[in-house]
């Protein structure tokens, strides 16, 4: 069986919108647990992480600080894919991606 995905750059739009509007929803935002999106812009909720889970982010976070100097950690960073907006555990974004936020 194969899945049909619309383009990247349709997606990435899409993902952007529905992610906007997400993040400006007051109710979602009292909502506890990591939100991402699936394909279609539905919300999935995952539970709350745990503080061992918390704090291996952390430590993997401060490696790459020291390893990678020159951009920057994020933790819980979305990030739009063909399969919705998810929420990566530990990011590393390069200056110039930085500038573009």
């Given at each position: 069986m194969n899945?049909?995905l ?8 899409f993902?952007l919108?529905r ?10 935002a009292k ?19 745990s503080?061992?889970h918390?704090?291996c ?8 600080d ?7 950690v994020i933790i ?18 390069s ?7």
């Amino acid at each position: 069986m194969n899945i049909a995905l619309p383009p990247q750059r349709k997606q990435t739009v899409f993902n952007l919108r529905r992610w906007a509007e997400l993040v400006s929803d007051r109710d979602l935002a009292k909502t506890e647990g990591r939100i991402e999106t699936d394909r279609h812009g539905h919300v999935i909720l995952n539970r709350v992480s745990s503080p061992l889970h918390g704090m291996c982010q952390a430590e993997i976070g401060f490696l790459i600080d020291e390893l990678a100097p020159k951009g920057r950690v994020i933790i819980a960073c979305p990030i739009s894919t063909a399969d919705g907006v998810k929420a990566a555990d530990v990011a590393w974004a390069s200056p110039e991606c930085m500038r573009n936020l």
